[in-house]
């Protein structure tokens, strides 16, 4: 469990997410894979059976450092 205080000014965290998209607009969380990205001629990089997890991030009201997870 994550303090809701931020690490660099001790100012207050809220909860948020970075949005991914796609060439069509769909708009999904953005994600963490596992392992060095692989370069693929039709959809950018390869990401094939690679371990995946959402991103959860962190901002700074104070500040606006941000801290992200990747949950498992």
């Keep these: 469990m994550r303090s809701n205080d931020c690490p660099r000014c001790q100012g207050s ?4 997410f970075i949005p ?4 069509s607009a769909v708009r999904k969380v953005a994600i ?15 990401l094939g059976k690679k371990t995946r ?3 959860q991030t962190w901002r700074c009201g104070r500040c606006g450092f941000l ?5 498992g």
């Design 13 to 16: 965290m809220t909860e948020g």
């Design 32 to 46: 963490w894979v596992e392992g060095a990205p692989e370069k693929s001629r039709w959809t950018g990089v390869k």
């Design 20 to 23: 991914d998209h796609t060439d």
């Design 67 to 71: 801290e992200s997870y990747a949950k």
């Design 53 to 55: 997890y959402e991103i």
